[in-house]
């Protein structure tokens, strides 16, 4: 299946993380003009530099995308200079736990809302009156596989997640027949350097690899999967 995004602006929110920057390269390869926003100025010179040839259609800015103020200028500013956003990938998000929920601090509690689930809020908000004007769009958010398997431990990054993929779930029911599609994608732990150094016991065989999540982030915003709508995948590896 050939997937080309030649003349396409993809909007990818931590585009410089983990996974962000696989997908942000793998987008670039496909010849979509790829913006990104970031939180450290290292990361992103890291994209440009690893982007190599296709460095000159990859713009960046480093936003908090958890601001809806701050978020709406920055969309604002894609579509003046583009005119169009024709995929958002929002690969912002955190992770905490191993602690009780009685044990829980709140403000750990307040974080894991803001990364996990205001970001595709303010996200959404921003992008959806481009796309509804030109009746066409993909919003892939990237949730969990927390969303919908709830252990122990882990009730504010759960609860965060499984909100994320509610918001998206009823976006998509909102944007039915609109030429706007939504969907989310339910990774388990995926195959990063983080991950790695967080769990060094841990089979990385198993992990999904940030190169496979990308190549089902690209189907979902491609003219391939015009079909799949309000749907959670689940990316899960060999766990």
């Known amino acids: ?5 030649s003349g396409k602006v993809v909007l990818i929110a931590g585009g410089t993380g983990g996974l962000g920057n696989t997908v942000s390269l793998a987008f670039l390869k496909e010849g979509a003009k790829v913006v990104v926003t970031y939180r450290k100025e290292e990361e992103f010179a890291a994209l440009k530099q690893a982007a190599g040839s296709q460095a000159a259609a990859l713009e ?6 958890t601001d809806e103020r701050k978020t709406s200028e920055f969309v604002g500013g894609v579509v003046t200079r583009h005119g169009r956003v ?15 929920l009685w044990d829980l601090e709140t403000k750990v509690f307040d974080t894991m809302l803001s990364l996990n689930l205001r970001s595709g809020y303010a996200l959404a908000r921003a992008v959806l009156p481009v796309m509804l004007k030109q009746r066409s769009g993909s919003i892939v958010n990237i949730a969990a596989k927390a969303a919908v398997d709830h252990g122990a431990g882990a009730s504010a990054y759960a609860a965060s997640k499984a909100a ?17 599609r939504v969907n989310s994608i339910l990774p ?18 198993v992990w999904p690899k940030p190169e496979e999540i990308a190549q089902v982030v690209m189907f979902l915003c491609s003219d391939h999967a015009t079909v799949v709508h309000g749907a959670s995948v689940p990316v899960y590896g060999n766990s």
């Open 86 to 100: 024709d995929a958002l990938v929002n690969s912002v998000g955190g992770y905490a736990g191993g602690v009780k």
């Open 1 to 5: 299946m050939e997937i080309n995004f």
């Open 164 to 180: 994320a993929v509610a918001l998206m779930d009823s976006l998509a029911a909102d944007v039915k027949g609109t030429g706007v």
């Open 188 to 205: 388990s732990i995926i195959d990063t350097a983080v991950n790695r150094k967080a769990m060094p016991d841990a089979d990385f065989s």
């Open 60 to 65: 960046g800015e480093m936003v908090d995308v």
